[in-house]
């Protein structure tokens, strides 16, 4: 079964950090291209960060630069997004996604052009 599996959310303070994953399970990650979404209540989903297949490229939105941090581990085939200096603006529901080839690379920010999908993790920031 393809599937991917996010988990590491939680309820974090505002200025701490979270680390979540993002399991590959039926295929390999290393060749996929990988987004990282999210979605707060009454908002359209938005990226966050990508990363390309071979890490040729990288991603960020401007909310998150210098904060969040997209790395992969292949050897577990498993791909982080490290959040530190959170904010309660932050607060969502965080999807990580796969795709191949050069189409998602030009569009990552577009949810229909990846493959697979995670089901998401809540992550909430909030004293």
């Known amino acids: 079964q393809l599937q991917l599996v996010e988990s590491g959310g939680g309820l974090v303070q505002p200025g701490g950090s979270l680390r979540l994953s993002c399991a590959a399970s039926?295929?390999?990650?290393?060749?996929?291209?990988i987004g990282w979404f999210r979605q707060a209540p009454g908002k359209e989903r938005e990226v966050v960060t990508f990363?390309?297949?071979?890490?040729?490229?990288?991603y960020y939105a401007d909310s998150v630069k210098g904060r969040f941090t997209i790395s992969r581990d292949n050897a577990k085939n498993t791909v982080y997004l490290q959040m530190n200096s959170l904010k309660p603006e932050d607060t969502a529901v965080y999807y990580c996604?796969?795709?191949?080839?050069?189409?998602?690379?030009?569009?990552?920010?577009?949810?229909?052009?990846?493959?697979?999908w995670g089901q998401g993790t809540q992550v909430t920031v909030s004293s």
């Open positions: 996604a796969a795709g191949e080839g050069p189409t998602v690379q030009a569009m990552c920010d577009i949810w229909d052009e990846y493959d697979y």
């Open positions: 039926g295929f390999t990650l290393d060749y996929y291209s």
């Open positions: 990363i390309s297949s071979s890490d040729v490229s990288a």
